[in-house]
């Protein structure tokens, strides 16, 4: 997708290149997450983080992934993190 720069500095572009860049990686494995396990309800994104709910019984499956990390063809895996709130 074009990216318009306002800023002068070269940095601005490649800068901007990368949080654009990384926020499609979080978006396709948001999507790829709730896909997988249908009976995950999100509730809310935060930056890079996806908020959700899920039954106990299905956390085993869920840790699985996120152990796995996020694979994209061509791009590599992309480390998770699951932080369990009660």
Do not use: W
């Amino acid at each position: 997708r074009p990216i318009e720069v306002d800023d002068r500095r070269d940095t601005m572009l490649v800068n901007n290149f990368l949080q654009s860049s990384a926020v499609d990686v979080s978006l396709l494995g948001f999507l790829d997450f709730c896909k997988r396990f249908d009976y995950v309800r999100p509730l809310f994104i935060i930056h890079d983080a996806l908020m959700f709910e899920c039954s106990p019984e299905h956390l085993g499956a869920v840790r699985e992934y996120v152990d796995n990390g996020f694979a994209i063809q061509k791009l590599g895996n992309f480390p998770l993190k699951l932080t369990e709130l009660s």
